[in-house]
C-alpha cells in the first residue's frame, strides 16, 4: 500500500498529513476518529512511530474539500488528540502547498469541535480553536521528589495541568529534567485523582517561565501524551493558558498574548469572552518539510512500526 503524505514543521513541532482519504473512510469527525482508532490504528502507527516516523509527531488524516471543509482528526505516538493546534497551522500550509486550499477561512471539523482557519501569506495561519476554560484553579500536588507543586486544571481542545515558575529553568540543557518532573507530575495527578470534568484524562503537563525572545510574554515546557515534548508553544495548551489568565483578570478581551515555545517560536494569540470560558485565537508559523510516499509492505514484520513506550 502506498500512502502520500506531507511533511512540515509548526515552529519546530512536526505534522505528518494524509490527503485524499485513501482508506474511504469520510463521516464525521467523531466516527472517524473512532473508525481509525478501532479499524485502522495500524496507520497511526506506522505514520507516528519507528521506523518511517518519529515520537515527536503530530498526524493528520483529513476526508473532505476546501469548498465544504475537512473531517479532521489528529493522532500521535500514543493515541489519538481532541485536537492540535501545532497541526492545525501544518494541515492549512500542506492544503496550500497541495493547491488545496481557497483564498479565505477553512473549517476544519475535529472531534473536539469546529476549527476555522486561515492562511496568512506564504507560511502564517491564524485559527479560531475551540471554546476554553479554567476548570480548577491552584490545585496542590504531592509530587514525589519534588514535594508541592501548584498550578490550574484547564482545557484548550486537550486537558492540561498548566504550572507557572517552576524550579527548573525552561532551557534546552534540562530537557531530560523537565521532562522526568514532568512525568513525575503526569503521576501524581492520576495517584491523586485529579481530573478535568467529568473524570476526563489530564494527559498534558505544561510548564510556564520567563522568555527568552524579545516581545514574548512567556515561554513553556509541554509534555504530551506519549511521553514526549512539544517543541512549538503548543495551540491547544496556549489556549487552555489564555482561559486561565483571562479567569485570573490578568489578560483583558482582545489583548494579544505572545507564547514562546521550547523551540524559540511564538504564537501570538487573543481571547474573546465565551459563555464556557473564551474562545482563542492563534496565528502561527508552518513550513512545509517533504513530500513523501510511504509504503506499507505487508510482508514486512515492522510495517505498523515500533512503539518503545
Known sequence: MRLP???????????????GDPLR???PAANLRRALEEGHDWLRRALCLE???????????????PTHGYEAVFFNNAGYLGMCGHATVGVI????????????????????GPVRARLLGRSAVEFENVPSRRHLAGVTLDVPGHGSVTGDVAYGGNWFFLVSSPSLDLRPANAPDLLAFTQAVMGALRDQGVTGDGGA?????????PPTRPG?????????????????????????????LVAEGRLAPGQTWRQEGFA???FEAVAAPHPEG???????????????????????????????R
Open 93 to 112: 500550509v500542506s492544503l496550500a502547498h497541495a493547491g488545496l486550499a481557497l483564498p479565505g477561512p477553512v473549517e476544519l471539523r475535529t472531534p473536539g
Open 25 to 27: 473512510l469520510a463521516r
Open 5 to 19: 503524505v506531507i511533511d512540515s514543521h509548526t515552529e519546530g513541532e512536526p505534522t505528518r498529513v494524509v490527503l
Open 278 to 308: 473564551v474562545v482563542p485565537t492563534l496565528t502561527g508559523r508552518a513550513y512545509v518539510t517533504a513530500e513523501t510516499t510511504l509504503v506499507i509492505d505487508p510482508e514486512d514484520p515492522m510495517r505498523d512500526g515500533l512503539d518503545w
Open 264 to 266: 524559540g517560536g511564538v
Open 51 to 65: 521506523p518511517r516516523g518519529s515520537e515527536i509527531a503530530v498526524g493528520a488524516y483529513l476526508t473532505g474539500d
Open 216 to 244: 514574548a510574554d512567556s515561554r513553556n515546557f509541554v509534555l504530551c501524551p506519549g511521553g514526549q515534548f512539544d517543541r512549538s508553544p503548543c495551540g491547544t495548551g496556549t489556549s487552555a493558558k489564555l482561559a486561565c
Open 201 to 209: 484524562p489530564i494527559d498534558h503537563v505544561e510548564l510556564f517561565g
